[in-house]
């Protein structure tokens, strides 16, 4: 099965990014993707790069709404499944928010961002709602599918939930600036992400200069054995795609050992809250 990331800059003007991932979700469908992913936020500025927000919710929308409708019709053209990331507006909150569209362009669900961070350009808690919505894997003909948004992959236990839960593949939409963490270390905890549960991870990352950061892009995908198997390149415009075989998942070491030998009764005593 193929999946393709999308990795695109943003412009400050929504309506021309929403056509340029529109043009690039059609053609990653025509080129045989089954499942396609974009960044986070990926038709619109990086609104946290800013502290103190006038007035956040004027950017943000519903869902369903314009961004979500118009991937909703071309998934359903298409006969694919389509992963977004939009500023969503749910009467007086707003979330980082994933909506996985099926290839009947329902929404499947929507995955908010549980975990909000606050520091140098990053200054989330003053733009987003923590999410209520848990950890959902999603049951398409295509497999099951987990989303965990940007910093949700720092959290072993939301990473290991999506496992828990029966996730394939796990999408990662990020926003990750040009040296934000030591080289090679978020590319290494999502590779052992992808060894200790068991699935493939696939991280869509932003790319691009913008006022106060410049977005990495560096897109990849890893397999349940934790290696890289396809990756973008830094700082460019393009569209990954990757073939992976959901039935390697069963002879993971994960599959195999990991869950079996779980002690979950005991886990809670050991992480308290």
């Given at each position: 099965?193929?999946i393709?990331?999308?990795?695109?800059?943003?412009t400050?003007?929504?309506?021309?990014?929403?056509?340029?991932?529109?043009?690039?979700a059609?053609?990653?469908?025509?080129?045989?993707a089954?499942?396609?992913?974009?960044?986070?936020?990926a038709?619109?500025?990086f609104?946290?790069?800013?502290k103190?927000?006038?007035?956040?919710a004027?950017?943000?929308e519903t869902?369903?709404?314009?961004?979500t409708?118009?991937?909703s019709s071309?998934?359903?053209?298409?006969?694919?499944v389509?992963?977004?990331?939009?500023?969503?507006k749910?009467?007086?909150d707003?979330y980082d928010?994933?909506?996985?569209i099926?290839?009947d362009?329902?929404?499947?669900?929507?995955?908010?961002?549980?975990?909000i961070?606050?520091?140098?350009?990053f200054?989330?808690k003053d733009?987003?709602?923590?999410?209520?919505?848990?950890a959902p894997?999603?049951d398409?003909?295509?497999?099951?599918i987990?989303?965990a948004i940007c910093?949700d992959?720092?959290?072993?236990?939301?990473?290991?939930?999506?496992?828990?839960?029966?996730?394939?593949?796990?999408f990662?939409?990020?926003?990750?600036?040009?040296g934000?963490w030591?080289?090679?270390?978020?590319?290494a905890?999502?590779?052992t992400?992808?060894?200790?549960n068991?699935y493939?991870t696939?991280?869509?990352?932003?790319v691009?200069e913008e006022?106060?950061l410049?977005?990495?892009?560096e897109?990849?995908?890893?397999?349940?054995d934790?290696?890289v198997?396809?990756k973008?390149g830094?700082?460019?415009?393009e569209?990954?795609?990757?073939d992976?075989?959901l039935?390697s998942i069963?002879r993971s070491?994960?599959k195999?050992?990991?869950?079996?030998d779980?002690r979950p009764?005991l886990?809670a005593?050991w992480i308290g809250?």
């Amino acid at each position: 099965m193929n999946i393709a990331l999308i990795q695109q800059s943003c412009t400050t003007d929504k309506q021309h990014n929403l056509e340029r991932g529109l043009q690039a979700a059609e053609a990653a469908a025509k080129a045989g993707a089954k499942i396609i992913c974009f960044a986070e936020l990926a038709f619109e500025p990086f609104y946290p790069q800013y502290k103190n927000p006038t007035d956040p919710a004027q950017n943000a929308e519903t869902i369903p709404g314009p961004i979500t409708e118009a991937f909703s019709s071309l998934a359903k053209a298409y006969g694919v499944v389509i992963i977004l990331n939009l500023y969503e507006k749910d009467g007086e909150d707003l979330y980082d928010s994933s909506p996985v569209i099926d290839t009947d362009g329902s929404i499947l669900g929507t995955t908010r961002m549980v975990h909000i961070t606050d520091y140098a350009c990053f200054y989330e808690k003053d733009y987003y709602t923590p999410g209520n919505n848990n950890a959902p894997v999603y049951d398409t003909e295509f497999g099951k599918i987990g989303v965990a948004i940007c910093y949700d992959r720092h959290y072993p236990e939301y990473m290991r939930a999506l496992g828990v839960a029966g996730a394939d593949v796990v999408f990662i939409p990020q926003a990750g600036s040009v040296g934000e963490w030591p080289e090679g270390l978020y590319e290494a905890e999502v590779r052992t992400a992808a060894f200790q549960n068991g699935y493939f991870t696939a991280l869509c990352n932003r790319v691009g200069e913008e006022p106060k950061l410049t977005f990495a892009g560096e897109s990849f995908v890893c397999d349940p054995d934790g290696i890289v198997i396809a990756k973008a390149g830094e700082g460019t415009d393009e569209i990954l795609y990757c073939d992976i075989d959901l039935e390697s998942i069963k002879r993971s070491h994960a599959k195999r050992l990991f869950y079996r030998d779980r002690r979950p009764e005991l886990y809670a005593d050991w992480i308290g809250d």
